[in-house]
């Protein structure tokens, strides 16, 4: 559970008091160690990726809950018996899932597994991002401090260095992939870009954002919603790295979304088994 080794995993130090909080839209409660949103505007609904036991385990308890905007559960088990789902983002149709050591895809329109890769080597898939104007789908590893891409159906290692501090949560966003680093043997987890042709990483405008980093969202071209599962906190930040306010939401805040028109943000709450929506003001989201 993530409550013992979820959060043994990932213990780092906790973080410095938070400030102010946005203001709670809503929450919903009953679901089992949820890690990830994801929002499909084409459908307004946004889907929950589940663990449901160890972050870790090949136990096939995980599954992905679909919920309405206002916070009503419209569907627990959308898509069940996977082993610990995190990350998640869509392509063509298509539902990219980071499962432990392999990527899924799920039909957005049925619900159905269409097809599976095996990710040699990977220890814990965390997050994954689908570039739609390349259609590339990128998939970290905060285990190994490997970025994969998958593109046409082949799999590929983008980038893989201890610079990546444990990489987690992605982005695609004013030409390169930005990544919030867990933590690793380079040090406490940060920001970092890569550079979407060579691979090229470099750390974010010297950033002064640090800790576990895990969830990761763009504020249009401007700054990051950023969480810290262990410290609790939601951090937005610009584009910079410098933290410009910090909020305390409680431990195993997760891998976030912010919907940007709606002035909305999605913290899965995996410690307390919950979704908690967060009005913040609304500005477009970052994209690719």
């Given at each position: 559970?993530?409550?013992?080794?979820?959060?043994?995993?990932?213990?780092?130090?906790?973080?410095?008091?938070?400030?102010?909080?946005?203001?709670?839209?809503?929450?919903?409660?009953?679901?089992?160690?949820?890690?990830?949103?994801?929002?499909?505007?084409?459908?307004?609904?946004?889907?929950?990726?589940?663990?449901?036991?160890?972050?870790?385990?090949?136990?096939?308890?995980?599954?992905?809950?679909?919920?309405?905007?206002?916070?009503?559960?419209?569907?627990?088990?959308?898509?069940?018996?996977?082993?610990?789902?995190?990350?998640?983002?869509?392509?063509?149709?298509?539902?990219?899932?980071?499962?432990?050591?392999?990527?899924?895809?799920?039909?957005?329109?049925?619900?159905?597994?269409?097809?599976?890769?095996?990710?040699?080597?990977?220890?814990?898939?965390?997050?994954?991002?689908?570039?739609?104007?390349?259609?590339?789908?990128?998939?970290?590893?905060?285990?190994?401090?490997?970025?994969?891409?998958?593109?046409?159906?082949?799999?590929?290692?983008?980038?893989?260095?201890?610079?990546?501090?444990?990489?987690?949560?992605?982005?695609?966003?004013?030409?390169?992939?930005?990544?919030?680093?867990?933590?690793?043997?380079?040090?406490?987890?940060?920001?970092?870009?890569?550079?979407?042709?060579?691979?090229?990483?470099?750390?974010?405008?010297?950033?002064?954002?640090?800790?576990?980093?895990?969830?990761?969202?763009?504020?249009?071209?401007?700054?990051?919603?950023?969480?810290?599962?262990?410290?609790?906190?939601?951090?937005?930040?610009?584009?910079?790295?410098?933290?410009?306010?910090?909020?305390?939401?409680?431990?195993?805040?997760?891998?976030?979304?912010?919907?940007?028109?709606?002035?909305?943000?999605?913290?899965?709450?995996?410690?307390?088994?919950?979704?908690?929506?967060?009005?913040?003001?609304?500005?477009?989201?970052g994209g690719d």
């Amino acid at each position: 559970m993530f409550r013992s080794s979820a959060m043994a995993m990932l213990l780092v130090l906790l973080g410095p008091a938070a400030q102010a909080a946005p203001v709670e839209a809503w929450r919903l409660d009953g679901l089992a160690e949820p890690w990830s949103a994801w929002f499909d505007a084409s459908r307004n609904v946004v889907f929950v990726s589940n663990v449901a036991g160890d972050p870790l385990a090949k136990d096939g308890n995980g599954f992905i809950a679909r919920v309405g905007l206002k916070g009503r559960l419209i569907e627990r088990d959308w898509v069940s018996g996977l082993d610990a789902p995190k990350g998640m983002s869509a392509l063509g149709g298509q539902l990219y899932v980071a499962d432990i050591d392999r990527i899924v895809a799920v039909d957005l329109a049925t619900g159905e597994v269409t097809r599976r890769w095996p990710v040699p080597g990977a220890r814990s898939l965390t997050d994954v991002y689908a570039a739609q104007r390349s259609g590339r789908v990128f998939v970290s590893d905060a285990l190994t401090d490997t970025v994969w891409v998958l593109k046409d159906g082949k799999l590929d290692v983008f980038a893989r260095d201890a610079e990546l501090r444990g990489p987690a949560g992605l982005r695609v966003n004013a030409g390169r992939l930005v990544v919030a680093g867990t933590g690793g043997a380079a040090g406490a987890g940060r920001l970092t870009a890569v550079n979407l042709e060579d691979s090229r990483i470099w750390e974010l405008g010297g950033s002064a954002v640090s800790g576990h980093l895990l969830g990761l969202d763009a504020i249009g071209d401007d700054g990051w919603y950023v969480t810290d599962p262990v410290a609790g906190l939601l951090d937005k930040v610009d584009e910079a790295g410098v933290v410009l306010e910090q909020t305390a939401v409680g431990k195993g805040a997760g891998d976030l979304a912010f919907l940007g028109e709606l002035g909305l943000l999605l913290v899965p709450m995996t410690a307390d088994d919950r979704l908690l929506a967060l009005k913040v003001p609304p500005l477009p989201g970052g994209g690719d």
